[in-house]
């Protein structure tokens, strides 16, 4: 909180990085609530625009009705509106986000109290089949991190609220779910950052439940050769570990678990002192960990991936803090 309280006192002088803070600000503000609201309404049975053919002004790629990753910008959107309300508090930002919030509640009610995501839930329910489903996890954290930091930096309870009926469904979901089949789930299909999310909500809760779930994403088949210091990275999906590990660092500053901080130490020396990072900065090539040493033969046209350098800079805050 009291980095929360620092930042709301500090204010960007004239210069370049106002000015790209301020084009943020107006993108989030161009962008319509009916069109970021879309999937949401479509998913709770409130959308009778259904009935027609589609509007050419909704949103296209990976946000169109019939991506199965639809609704995940709404939660980046969020997260975007919270920390820039938090900097510059600016009302009618804080308006726009609140009442996205609002209406995704009434999507949650008319889905029975709990489920709140613009996708089906049998996409989730697929998983533990072992159907794939685009990264339906992934969607579910944007959205629930995209509440978390409503909450977080710009004092929306109602957000709490319905990231608690999130949680509920989740540890319904989990609830008969085998270690095994869990770990499959995870092979199959990046879960984002929940472990971390669940970590997040348990240090605003301290309820058992949000302990659990975080306990219950944690991604054995990753964090077990870690903390036997072996290196298991190799031809390992990037994007889909580092947010893993956020995870453990979370839960150590949760718990205070000595187990979760060496998991994070031997990822850190196995991803960074064990592999070099590219001349750019970049360290992975279509977002999968290269054998150490051995990057010339990993060069082609989808090297630094931006989400996986995001995501170390993450991790190094994370350990030096």
Not at 13 to 22: A, G, I, T
Not at 156 to 167: K, S, T, V
Request: proline share 5%.
């Amino acid at each position: 909180m009291q980095l929360n309280a620092l930042i709301r006192q500090t204010r960007l002088l004239p210069s370049e990085y106002r000015l790209k803070r301020d084009r943020d600000l107006a993108y989030l503000m161009e962008l319509k609530e009916e069109n970021l609201l879309f999937p949401y309404y479509t998913e709770a049975g409130l959308n009778g625009r259904l009935n027609y053919r589609p509007e050419p002004w909704l949103h296209g790629g990976w946000d169109s009705p019939l991506s199965q990753i639809r609704g995940t910008f709404t939660g980046h959107w969020l997260s975007a509106a919270a920390r820039l309300y938090q900097e510059t508090g600016d009302i009618r930002l804080k308006a726009k986000a609140d009442y996205i919030v609002a209406e995704i509640g009434r999507c949650q009610e008319a889905n029975g109290g709990e489920w709140a995501f613009p996708i089906p839930e049998k996409y989730l329910q697929g998983l533990k089949q072992g159907r794939h489903f685009w990264a339906p996890q992934y969607v579910c954290h944007k959205v629930m991190m995209g509440l978390l930091d409503m909450y977080q930096y710009a004092d929306n309870r109602q957000a709490l609220q319905i990231l608690e009926g999130c949680a509920a469904w989740f540890s319904r979901f989990a609830a008969d779910i085998s270690r095994e089949t869990m770990d499959d789930m995870m092979d199959l299909e990046e879960t984002g950052g929940l472990m971390e999310l669940w970590a997040d909500l348990y240090g605003i809760t301290r309820s058992r439940q949000h302990l659990e779930l975080m306990r219950k994403y944690e991604r054995p088949r990753l964090t077990g050769p870690l903390l036997e210091g072996r290196d298991i990275l190799t031809n390992m999906h990037a994007n889909a570990t580092i947010p893993e590990i956020h995870g453990c660092a979370r839960a150590y500053e949760v718990t205070r678990e000595e187990r979760y901080l060496r998991i994070v130490e031997s990822y850190w020396r196995l991803a960074v002192d064990d592999r070099p990072p590219f001349a750019t900065g970049g360290q992975t090539d279509a977002e999968t960990w290269a054998p150490p040493g051995k990057q010339a033969a990993r060069l082609s046209d989808m090297n630094q991936e931006h989400c996986v350098v995001y995501n170390m800079i993450r991790l190094a805050d994370y350990l030096y803090r």
